[in-house]
C-alpha cells in the first residue's frame, strides 16, 4: 500500500449560477487527498492519513476517498471543523484562500500518528499541513521514523500565502528532502524555495543529500527529472485545459503507479533505473496529468482511461 500523508479539505469553486451571478460550489480537495485519489484510480492500493472532522464536509471527504477505492483507517476523526479553501481562477490558473483556525487537519499531533501497518511500502508526504502547529511537526516526525524502512515521495507544493516563518518552513523542507528518495516540484515551487537557482543545481545538492530522483514540472513546457548519472526531460501532453487544478497531484500519483505496476517501488530499484525506465515513467504520468488539467477541478483519470 501507497499511504498518502497530507491534507483534505473543501476547495469553493467559483460558478455561475442561473442567473449569471457569482458563487462558489463545494468540492473535495486538497493536494495530498487528490495524490490519493488519484492512485486509487490508477489502480494502485492506496492509503490516506490526516486528521478528519465528524461534520458533513467531513462525510463528503470520506465518501469522496471511498468512491476512489482509498483506504482512509488510518485517520483519526475529530469533532474539530474541516479545513475550507476558496479558490480564485484566473486564466485557469488557481489561486488559494485557506481557513484552517482549529481544524481536524492542522491540529493533528505526533501522539495521533499511527503504528504503520507492515504492508505500506511507500509514502508521499507533502503540501500545507508542513505550514501549521503542530501537524507540521508531526508529519516530519511521521516522515523521520518511517523513510528509513519505506520509499517515500515528497513534493512540498507551497503555498506562500501559508508560510508565517519563511526561515523555519525553508529548513523544514530541507530536513524531509534529506529523508526522501523522490521529490518532485513545481517551477514556481523551485522560484520560491531557491530563488536564482537552476534546476540542474538544486538536484544535485538535493541527491547528495540522499534523493534518488528529483522531478521538476513545468505545466505546457513539460517535465525533466535527474537521477544517478542521468537526466531526461518529456513533453507535455497536448490538451484544452479546462484548469490546472490536481495536474501536479496527478502527476505524484502516476509516478507512483507507473512505479507500483513496474515492480519498481523500493529504494534499490529506483536508484537503477535507465534512461528508458525514466522516460517511461515521465511520459505515464505527463500523460495523467494531462487528462486531469482538460477537466474541470480535480478529477484524475481512472486506470482505464490511460489504456
Not at 458533513?56 to 469533532?79: E, H, N, Q, Y
Not at 531526461?232 to 479546462?242: H, K, L, P, Q, T
Request: hydrophobic content about 45%.
Amino acid at each position: 500500500m501507497i499511504v498518502c500523508v497530507g491534507e483534505a479539505l473543501i476547495d469553493f469553486l467559483p460558478r455561475r449560477t442561473v442567473d449569471g451571478g457569482d458563487s462558489y460550489q463545494p468540492f473535495v480537495g486538497g493536494s495530498v487527498l487528490n495524490v490519493a485519489v488519484a492512485l486509487g484510480r490508477l489502480g494502485a492500493p492506496a492509503g490516506f492519513f490526516c486528521g478528519l472532522s465528524e461534520d458533513f464536509f467531513g462525510d463528503m471527504i470520506r465518501d469522496a476517498l471511498a468512491a476512489s477505492k482509498v483506504d482512509f483507517a488510518l485517520c483519526p476523526i475529530t469533532a474539530r471543523p474541516t479545513t475550507l479553501a476558496f479558490v480564485k481562477l484566473t486564466d485557469g490558473n488557481a489561486e488559494y484562500a485557506f481557513f484552517d483556525e482549529g481544524s481536524a487537519l492542522r491540529m493533528v499531533e505526533e501522539s495521533d500518528l499511527p503504528p504503520m501497518p507492515a504492508a505500506v511500502t511507500a509514502m508521499h508526504f507533502g503540501s500545507i499541513g508542513l505550514t501549521a502547529e503542530p501537524v507540521g511537526s508531526a508529519y516530519e516526525t511521521m516522515m523521520r521514523n518511517e523513510s528509513p524502512d519505506r520509499l517515500v515521495s515528497f513534493d512540498p507544493n507551497v503555498r506562500p500565502s501559508l508560510v508565517k516563518n519563511r526561515v523555519g518552513y525553508l529548513a523544514r523542507i530541507e530536513r524531509m528532502v534529506g529523508m526522501a528518495d523522490i521529490v518532485k516540484l513545481s517551477r514556481e515551487d523551485l522560484d520560491w524555495l531557491a530563488p536564482g537557482r537552476g534546476f540542474e543545481d538544486v538536484a544535485e545538492d538535493w541527491m547528495k543529500r540522499g534523493a534518488s530522483l528529483v522531478i521538476l514540472t513545468e505545466g505546457p513546457d513539460g517535465a525533466r527529472a535527474v537521477g544517478k548519472d542521468r537526466s531526461i526531460f518529456v513533453r507535455s501532453v497536448e490538451v484544452a485545459v479546462a484548469d490546472t487544478i490536481g495536474a501536479g497531484d496527478t502527476f505524484s500519483a502516476a509516478v507512483l503507479a507507473r512505479l507500483h505496476a513496474r515492480g519498481w517501488l523500493d529504494k534499490s530499484t529506483l536508484r537503477s533505473l535507465s534512461q528508458d525506465d525514466l522516460t517511461d515513467l515521465l511520459t505515464y504520468a505527463a500523460r495523467a496529468a494531462a487528462i486531469t488539467s482538460s477537466r474541470p477541478g480535480a478529477d484524475p483519470p481512472w486506470s482505464h482511461e490511460m489504456a
